[in-house]
């Protein structure tokens, strides 16, 4: 689960880094090394892998700098085990990488999706309805290849949400984890907890459960 392709992001990221930030660092490269044996066509280039404390995004597409990814691993959940890091690390590697082979796949389908989009919603949301749409199906199609990696990356981004927000979420953060639940029939959080956030993860994940198998219908 993660944030892509955003028009204009200020990085400010920090320039000399701790040695835990630096191991930190060695086991996202760790994990994307596992990816490219997994993913290895289209052939990607080495993320940027970030300490940027000045803003809140953590992964993505940067189309600023040759639609490369970057990875912000401030808000990276806390972890014991190194393993736990190059396993959540590989997760998010995965998501990303899946931009670039099932959707958008590339600049003309992710334009054809803005048109689509912008049908229905101005300029200034259609980017956001794209990425829904697009983390949706590509989370949906990772979880049926490997849900125990899914399930706990997702559960574990939620926890560690939750806890900066002292037990608090946005409404399009429950917006988001409500429409998993429902997309892929898992629970992350208790009976009531995305109640106000129910019927429009309900009409979203009915689209993308249409749409989800033919490519064609995306646009």
Known sequence: MAKTKRKKIISVPKKVLTLKEQHIVELAKIAWSRTQKE?????????????????????YIDPQDKWKITMNLVNTPI???DQDYINYFYAISLHEVSHYQIIPYDGLINANLLKAAMKQVNENFAPIVVNVFADLIIDAKLYNKNPDLIYWEITKTFANLLDKGKNNLSEF?????????????????????????????????????????DETLWE
């Open 39 to 59: 993913f290895f066509f289209p052939p990607l280039d080495m993320p940027n892998f970030i300490f940027d404390y000045s803003n809140l995004e953590g992964f």
């Open 173 to 213: 953060s429950k917006f988001l984890f409500r429409s998993y639940e429902k997309l892929l029939d898992i629970s992350i959080a208790d009976n009531g907890f995305f109640a106000s956030v129910e019927n429009v993860a309900s009409r979203v994940v009915n689209v993308v459960k249409k749409n989800f198998e």
């Open 79 to 81: 972890f014991i085990e």
